[in-house]
């Protein structure tokens, strides 16, 4: 029916709808906007900024056409694309940073932290890491925003596990610094769609290409916090 109304008022494909996270859109959301109008200027692009969980809840609701999304679960009718693994660093102000490039989980795990909700994949990787070392994981400042957590590490009020692309910015600029974890803490994005009959749902060449551009810009922005291409 969707198709047929298009039809009528001369539109011969819908807007696909790309689901990222906060810190891609903050990485690459407007590149990406600009390169689509310009590669692809009968197929309009929208974003939607979500966390991977919500992401992922949203493909299923048929709210959007097909998400970025870190550490995709398995789940009947969804299609997941492991892409690369990305490194997270612990990142705060400079002037409560220890020095050296690295931190120990334990000395991180002594940071007043600043997390997503329990469902965030940051916050997930992160309690998994310390229960596995037998250490408590607690988070002083909860929140799901991303420009509540980065004010509070401008603040030099908390530290956080968070991807890079959040604080890209800020990490430029030398107001925060971040430090590699000991052991390393990664997460892997994912291409989502939902599956229809066996096949990907609505294939074609923009989703392809459109999947390609965004992964070039994640690795040449990452730079060395791309684990795995």
Same mark, same amino acid.
Not at 54 to 68: G, N, S, V
Not at 202 to 228: H, K, W
């Given at each position: 029916?969707?198709?047929?109304?298009?039809?009528?008022?001369?539109?011969?494909?819908?807007?696909?709808?790309?689901?990222?996270?906060?810190?891609?859109?903050?990485?690459?959301?407007?590149?990406?906007?600009?390169?689509a109008a310009t590669a692809f200027p009968g197929q309009a692009l929208k974003l939607r900024e979500e966390p991977s969980f919500l992401l992922i809840d949203a493909l299923e609701r048929q709210e959007i056409d097909l998400a970025l999304a870190y550490c995709a679960p398995l789940r009947p009718g969804l299609?997941?694309?492991?892409?690369?693994?990305?490194?997270?660093?612990?990142?705060?102000?400079?002037?409560?940073?220890?020095?050296?490039?690295?931190?120990?989980?334990?000395?991180?795990?002594?940071?007043?932290?600043?997390?997503? $909700?329990? +469902? *965030?994949?940051? %916050? !997930?990787? =992160? &309690?998994?890491? #310390?229960?596995?070392?037998?250490?408590?994981?607690?988070?002083?400042?909860?929140?799901?925003?991303?420009? $509540?957590? +980065? *004010?509070?590490? %401008? !603040?030099? =009020? &908390?530290?956080? #596990?968070?991807?890079?692309?959040?604080?890209?910015?800020?990490?430029?600029?030398?107001?925060?610094?971040?430090?590699?974890?000991?052991?390393?803490?990664?997460?892997?994005?994912?291409?989502?769609?939902?599956?229809?009959?066996?096949?990907?749902?609505?294939?074609?060449?923009?989703?392809?290409?459109?999947?390609?551009?965004?992964?070039?810009?994640?690795?040449?922005?990452?730079?060395?916090?791309?684990?795995?291409?």
């Amino acid at each position: 029916t969707e198709s047929e109304v298009r039809q009528l008022h001369g539109a011969t494909t819908r807007p696909l709808t790309l689901g990222l996270t906060a810190s891609l859109v903050h990485l690459i959301g407007a590149d990406l906007m600009v390169w689509a109008a310009t590669a692809f200027p009968g197929q309009a692009l929208k974003l939607r900024e979500e966390p991977s969980f919500l992401l992922i809840d949203a493909l299923e609701r048929q709210e959007i056409d097909l998400a970025l999304a870190y550490c995709a679960p398995l789940r009947p009718g969804l299609i997941v694309e492991s892409l690369l693994a990305e490194e997270i660093p612990l990142v705060m102000r400079a002037d409560r940073a220890p020095t050296g490039d690295t931190v120990s989980l334990a000395q991180a795990l002594t940071f007043d932290l600043a997390m997503g $909700g329990e +469902r *965030d994949v940051g %916050r !997930r990787l =992160l &309690a998994e890491a #310390a229960a596995s070392h037998r250490l408590d994981c607690t988070v002083a400042f909860e929140t799901q925003s991303i420009a $509540g957590i +980065r *004010d509070l590490l %401008r !603040r030099g =009020l &908390a530290a956080s #596990a968070i991807p890079y692309g959040s604080v890209a910015q800020e990490l430029d600029t030398g107001e925060l610094v971040a430090r590699r974890l000991v052991p390393t803490l990664s997460m892997t994005l994912c291409r989502v769609q939902r599956r229809v009959d066996g096949s990907l749902e609505g294939a074609n060449g923009f989703r392809d290409a459109l999947v390609a551009r965004c992964l070039a810009m994640i690795r040449e922005r990452l730079g060395p916090f791309v684990l795995s291409r």
